[in-house]
């Protein structure tokens, strides 16, 4: 597997994440030593596995597929298979410290072979690999409605929900054991059993609230009352390939 360099940081790490054979991969870079690594384990014969999107997401949906995923797997000609985790972030958001119990999901399915990966362009690869991936897990879980059981399920929610639908206050929530609060009108919520979200009457999940909450804190950077305490924060645009972004902007 791929492993982002940044999970070297201890001794520990590095000696059983070799043990693994995980490669270590530097971020937002070209690592060519990575890249000719992973070539010359697919010549021997050994599967690698890598995470087209960077990195576990905050919302349940899949997130941005890295472009240069395509042009590696046009250079491997090897076949790809996609793995979706259906109910992992149910059982552990990664804006939460506390696990919950349910059901785990993993489906495989070979999304390219050497034939289609050797005629198709960089670009249409990238949109198989994109479509392959593609899960929602909110989706998933409005057709099985399994409980994931455990305590503290909206704890730290505040980590990716930062705007109030009902008074627009910005970073005014706070959390407290499957609950949480809008400092600023009072408005209350709740995570139950299922994962969903209890209590407001235009988004029951965190994918759509943060939808919502994205266009609005735009809206927000073009108002002229609009202040933060910060002054390094920046949005950053992506073209609809996610190719390249648009540039980067002081939003202060």
């Not at 996609?82 to 495989?108: A, C, D, H, M």
């Amino acid at each position: 597997f791929i492993s982002a360099d940044t999970n070297y940081d201890t001794l520990w790490k590095k000696i059983l994440l070799n043990l693994l054979g995980c490669i270590p991969f530097s971020k937002n870079n070209f690592d060519y030593k990575a890249i000719k690594q992973i070539l010359n384990y697919l010549k021997q014969g050994y599967p690698v596995g890598i995470y087209p999107e960077g990195g576990r997401n905050w919302t349940g949906e899949t997130d941005e597929v890295i472009y240069s995923t395509a042009k590696l797997i046009k250079l491997a000609k090897v076949p790809v298979y996609t793995t979706l985790n259906k109910g992992g972030y149910l059982s552990k958001p990664r804006w939460s410290q506390y696990y919950k119990k349910g059901v785990f999901e993993i489906e495989i399915t070979k999304t390219l072979n050497i034939n289609e990966i050797e005629n198709l362009d960089i670009d249409e690869v990238f949109k198989k690999i994109k479509s392959s991936m593609y899960h929602n897990d909110y989706k998933w879980q409005r057709k099985n409605m399994i409980k994931f059981k455990g305590n503290k399920r909206a704890e730290h929610i505040e980590r990716v929900l930062y705007v109030c639908p009902q008074c627009c206050a910005l970073d005014s929530f706070t959390s407290e054991n499957n609950h949480f609060y809008c400092k600023n009108c009072g408005s209350k919520h709740e995570v139950n059993e299922y994962g969903f979200i209890i209590g407001n009457s235009n988004y029951d999940n965190v994918v759509d609230w943060d939808k919502w909450q994205r266009k609005k804190l735009e809206e927000f950077s073009d108002s002229e009352d609009f202040y933060l305490e910060s002054k390094e924060v920046y949005m950053q645009k992506f073209s609809d390939n996610n190719k390249e972004y648009n540039g980067l902007t002081n939003i202060i």
